[in-house]
């Protein structure tokens, strides 16, 4: 499955971060790969994850914006494309 | 408290809150009884402080979730956690943690009391507390349920 995955933007997405969110995120992020999962995090560009098979997406707090936007506008277009997320985890739920 | 070791990360409102709060501690005379041990590393050393807790206080006036609840769990530390957090979805009061009103400070301080002096109460309370993380909170199963779950839910 593809799965994106837009963390919170207020501290690096990574194990030693000081944020609840960035840490579930990235804990989310490799065991979803290590499960076969294609994930893509959408974090800051100071982000990291272990396993290589994450990929990082760097975003800013603007850019955030727009790619909510595109994500809910995709998934009303036409969820079972192949090139579109399969699946969209949220976290930011402080901001 | 968890967290890495990168002083920089510490915004510059965390900092003076720090500098206020060391200055209440000093005020009061409770040096002797408080120890500000700031971050330590996530995965080695922050499960020894919680599993060498006899409590765990989340008494946040603000709280999205508060992931800190299930790692004093998972360690076997009873969670008291304000209303307003997140985590207390995973408490029900009096079983595996407890839940005290966020504005009602003396009710809080009342179940600090209670918890530390039942020792009956409280072996019973920390078993459960760790026995819940275990068995409905692991990442192993929250990986398998995430996709599941939101692969069920509606989007429009």
Known sequence: M??????????????DTRGGTELFCSLLASTLAKKGHHVYLFATADSYIENDLVKIIPVNQHSMID?????????QRDMTADEKYKLIASLDAGH | ?????????????????????KKRIE???LSDHVTMIGQVPHDTILPAYYRNSDLFILASRYEPFGL??????????????????GSREIIVDG?????????????????????????KL?????????????????WDKNCREIPC????????
């Not at chain 2, 990360?9 to 809150?17: M, N």
């Not at chain 2, 800190?68 to 957090?85: D, H, Q, R």
């Not at chain 2, 079983?95 to 020792?119: E, Q, S, Y």
């Not at chain 2, 779950?149 to 429009?156: A, D, E, G, V």
């Open chain 1, 2 to 15: 593809k799965v994106a995955i837009l963390s919170s933007l207020s501290q690096p997405t990574k194990l």
């Open chain 2, 27 to 29: 005020e009061n005379k």
């Open chain 2, 95 to 119: 079983l595996n943690g407890f839940i005290v009103d966020t504005h009602d400070r003396k009710a809080l301080a009342k179940t600090i009391a209670t918890v530390l002096t039942d020792t």
């Open chain 2, 68 to 85: 800190t609840t299930m790692e004093a769990m998972a360690c076997g530390t009873i969670p008291i956690v304000s209303s307003v957090a």
């Open chain 1, 67 to 75: 790619v909510k936007k595109k994500f809910y506008q995709s998934f």
């Open chain 2, 122 to 138: 409280n072996k019973k309370v920390a078993d459960n507390a760790a026995f819940t993380i275990k068995e409905h909170y692991s």
């Open chain 2, 1 to 21: 408290m968890g967290g890495g070791e990168n002083e920089e990360a510490i915004s510059l409102e965390e900092k003076a809150a720090e500098i206020q709060i």
């Open chain 2, 149 to 156: 779950s939101l692969q069920k839910t509606p989007l429009n």
